[in-house]
C-alpha cells in the first residue's frame, strides 16, 4: 500500500454526483480519464428528483383543473362536473418524476467502479479524501454536494406531519389541510398549486415579500394577486404545535389547524460531514468556503466549488455554469495547466406560480435610482393576456438614463417565464432600449407589453435619440 494509505491516485475527484457535479464531470472527461465520482445519497438530481421537474407538474395539473373557472364566461358548459383525484394526480407527477430521473442516471449508469464511488466522502488533507475506508489523493477535487432543506430541530418531533420538498413528492395522495411556511419560490409555487386543487391550504412567511422579491410595486402586485386565492399571513414569524393527531400553526393573531406542514424556509449547504478543517479551507461568516465566482477555485487551493453548496445562486442553470467551470479548471490544472476566470451569466430567476414572477439582471436595490428610468406597464389592458383571461399584473424594466442601457426588470406577468428569457438576452447582449425598440413585435402578443414598457421609458432617459422603425440600407 503506497504511503499515508491512499490507496487510489486520480487527477480530479468529484464529490456529489447532482448537476454540478455532473456538469464538472463532463468537462473533465474532456481532459482526463484519471477522474473519480462520489456520491453517498441517492442519485438523481435535485431538479429531477425532488424540485424543478416534479413541481412544474403539479403546477401543469393545477393550472389545468383551475382553467375551468373561465369555461362559462367563454361559452364551455360542465365545467362543475370536474373533479380532482388527488391519488391519480401524485401518481402522474411521480411517474414524470421518474422518467426525469432516469434521463439524469443515464449519465452515472455508464460509471465503472473505477470512476463512481457510491459513499460519503471526507477530506483528509487538501489532497487526499477518505470514501468508505478508502484513501484517495487526488490533483484537484471539486466540491458539488449541494443543499438540503431546512427544518427548525423542534419541528422534527411532529414526525411525517412536517414534510419538505424531498419528502413531498413521495406522497401517496394530498391532505385535506396544509400549511405553508415560507414563501419564497417553492413555498410559493406549491401552495398556490395545491389549493387550486382542492386542498386547503394557509401560507405563512415571516417576511411581506413573495419569492424574494425586490420591488416594492411588483411584490404588491404579486401580495394581491395570489391573495385573492390563497390566504398568505405575512410578516410575522410561525410556530408550529401538536393539537391531537394534527398540528396548529400561529403566526400572531392567526391560527389554523392543518394534516401536514409543508417547511419551504430555505435550504443549507451540504458541508457538515466534509470535514473541511482537514483541507485548510478559509470559511466566510457563513461557513462557506470563501471561493472566486469567476473560476470557483476555493482561495489558491486545488479544491473547486459548484452549485447550490456555495450557497450563491441556486438555480440549475447556474449550478450548470459553475459545474462546468470547476470541472474545466479542476482538469486543467491538474494536469499543470492554469486556471481561467469566466464570465457568468446574466441573474434570472423564474417563479412558475400564476402570474409568473421573474427577476432580471440588476435588481433595484442594486441599482442608484437617481440614475436609472423605469419603465412598466400593467397588464390589464394588453389585449392577448385578456384573451387568456390572465390580464393582471405588472412588468418593470429598469434603464441607465445616460445611454439608454437596459440593465434589469422584475415582472409579475403572464407569460413572465419568455419575456425574462427576451430581456436576460437583451441584457447580456448589452442592448439599449433603442437598440431592442427596431426589434419585431408581432400582434397580439404578450410581448407587445415588453413593447408598451420600452416606449414608455423613453421621456425618462437623458439621452433623446430617435427609436428608428424604418431602416434604410
Not at 475506508?133 to 430541530?153: D, L, M, N
Not at 478543517?277 to 466566510?284: D, R, T
Not at 445611454?403 to 415582472?411: C, K, N, T, V, Y
Request: net charge negative.
Amino acid at each position: 500500500m503506497p504511503e499515508n494509505n491512499v490507496t487510489r491516485e486520480v487527477d480530479v475527484a468529484i464529490i456529489g454526483a447532482g448537476s454540478a457535479g455532473l456538469f464538472a464531470m463532463s468537462q473533465v472527461r474532456r481532459h482526463t480519464d484519471s477522474f473519480v465520482l462520489i456520491d453517498g445519497g441517492e442519485l438523481g438530481t435535485t431538479c429531477a428528483r425532488v424540485g424543478c421537474m416534479p413541481s412544474k407538474v403539479l403546477i401543469q395539473v393545477a393550472e389545468d383543473f383551475a382553467r375551468r373557472k373561465l369555461f362559462e364566461r367563454e361559452g364551455i358548459g360542465g365545467a362543475e362536473e370536474l373533479s380532482v383525484d388527488s391519488e391519480a394526480v401524485m401518481e402522474h407527477v411521480q411517474d414524470l418524476r421518474d422518467v426525469f430521473v432516469d434521463k439524469t442516471l443515464g449519465t452515472t449508469d455508464n460509471l465503472g467502479p473505477e470512476h463512481l464511488i457510491e459513499a460519503h466522502a471526507k477530506f483528509v488533507s487538501n489532497d487526499t479524501l477518505e470514501v468508505d475506508g478508502e484513501r484517495i489523493r487526488a490533483k484537484s477535487i471539486v466540491i458539488a454536494t449541494g443543499s438540503s432543506p431546512i427544518v427548525p430541530e423542534a419541528w422534527r418531533a411532529f414526525g411525517d406531519r412536517i414534510i419538505t420538498t424531498d419528502d413531498f413528492f413521495e406522497l401517496e395522495s394530498l391532505p385535506d389541510a396544509m400549511a405553508v411556511i415560507g414563501l419564497g419560490v417553492i413555498g410559493l409555487e406549491l401552495g398556490q398549486a395545491l389549493n387550486r386543487l382542492g386542498v386547503r391550504v394557509t401560507a405563512f412567511d415571516q417576511l411581506t415579500t413573495l419569492a424574494g422579491l425586490q420591488d416594492a410595486a411588483v411584490n404588491e402586485q404579486v401580495v394581491n394577486i395570489i391573495g385573492r386565492e390563497l390566504t398568505m399571513h405575512l410578516g410575522e414569524p410561525a410556530n408550529v404545535e401538536a393539537e391531537g393527531e394534527k398540528l396548529r400553526v400561529s403566526a400572531g393573531d392567526n391560527s389554523v389547524v392543518v394534516d401536514k406542514v409543508l417547511v419551504s424556509i430555505g435550504r443549507r449547504p451540504n458541508l457538515d460531514s466534509l470535514t473541511l478543517e482537514n483541507a485548510g479551507i478559509e470559511l466566510n461568516e457563513q461557513g462557506i468556503p470563501v471561493y472566486d465566482p469567476h473560476t470557483m477555485r476555493i482561495g489558491d487551493s486545488n479544491i473547486f466549488i459548484a452549485g447550490d453548496v456555495d450557497a450563491d445562486r441556486l438555480l440549475l442553470h447556474e449550478a450548470g455554469h459553475e459545474g462546468r467551470v470547476a470541472g474545466l479548471n479542476a482538469a486543467r490544472l491538474a494536469q499543470g495547466g492554469s486556471v481561467d476566470r469566466f464570465r457568468r451569466k446574466i441573474p434570472l430567476a423564474i417563479t412558475f406560480c400564476d402570474p409568473n414572477i421573474a427577476t432580471v439582471g440588476a435588481s433595484l436595490s442594486e441599482l442608484d435610482e437617481s440614475r436609472i428610468a423605469i419603465g412598466e406597464i400593467a397588464f390589464g389592458p394588453v389585449g392577448r393576456a385578456l384573451m387568456m383571461g390572465k390580464n393582471r399584473g405588472l412588468l418593470r424594466l429598469y434603464v441607465n438614463k445616460a445611454d439608454g442601457l437596459l440593465l434589469g426588470a422584475s415582472m409579475a406577468c403572464v407569460k413572465g417565464e419568455n419575456l425574462a428569457h427576451l430581456l436576460a438576452w437583451s441584457i447580456q447582449q448589452g442592448l439599449s432600449v433603442f437598440d431592442m425598440l427596431k426589434m419585431p413585435f408581432y400582434h397580439p402578443v404578450i410581448e407587445e407589453a415588453l413593447q408598451a414598457a420600452l416606449y414608455s421609458v423613453l421621456h425618462q432617459l437623458d439621452v433623446k435619440q430617435e427609436v428608428v422603425e424604418l431602416e434604410a440600407f
